[in-house]
């Protein structure tokens, strides 16, 4: 008879870690980084939902690692993570940033730093990302509008996204004057 281990071959373990390292996650993003177990990795959120090991929020469809971060998830965290699932192929490690970065990730020989901005905050983030090095990172930004991106003075950016409510995510670049 084969161990829970044996059968979920450790993604228990990626799974909590995935959670905890991000809060908050709609669950089809989740089930998004494993892929091509898509049918055992439902059964293994159930148990893990059982033991009370992470927390389910149906209104919100998220999976979270505490009662607290489905009372008021990180959008921007969110949409940050569905940035990263479109480099899912190419990624070799991704981890939570501090602010005003949402994640890192690697891919290849390039590092990226994915950037939340939020209506009203793009002077406070252009003052904040300007202070900091771009050290070779390319930044991906994401917008709630188009019009944002006209309101940002930011250097190193690879592209500015806009991420839609089912994951969708649209690439621009600012036009130069």
């Known amino acids: 008879m084969k161990s829970r281990n044996q059968i979920y071959r450790g993604e228990g373990e990626r799974l909590l870690k995935l959670i905890t390292t991000y809060h908050a996650l709609q669950y089809e993003q989740v089930l998004q980084f494993f892929i091509r177990n898509r049918n055992s990795m439902k059964s293994l959120i159930t148990s893990l939902i059982k033991q009370g090991r992470i927390y389910y929020d149906q209104d919100r469809d998220l999976l979270c690692d505490s009662p607290e971060a489905s009372e008021s998830p990180d959008y ?75 309101r940002l003075s930011l250097d190193g950016v690879t592209a500015y996204c806009l991420v839609s409510p089912d994951g969708t995510v649209n690439y621009y670049q600012k036009q130069q004057k």
């Open 76 to 150: 921007g965290m969110i949409a940050a993570v569905w940035v990263l699932l479109d480099f899912k192929e190419a990624v070799v490690y991704h981890t939570s940033g501090d602010f005003p970065v949402k994640l890192h990730f690697f891919s290849q020989n390039e590092a990226y730093e994915v950037i939340y901005v939020g209506l009203e905050q793009e002077i406070l983030i252009s003052h904040v990302l300007n202070g900091l090095p771009t050290d070779d990172t390319n930044r991906l930004v994401i917008l709630e509008s188009e019009q944002q991106a006209s």
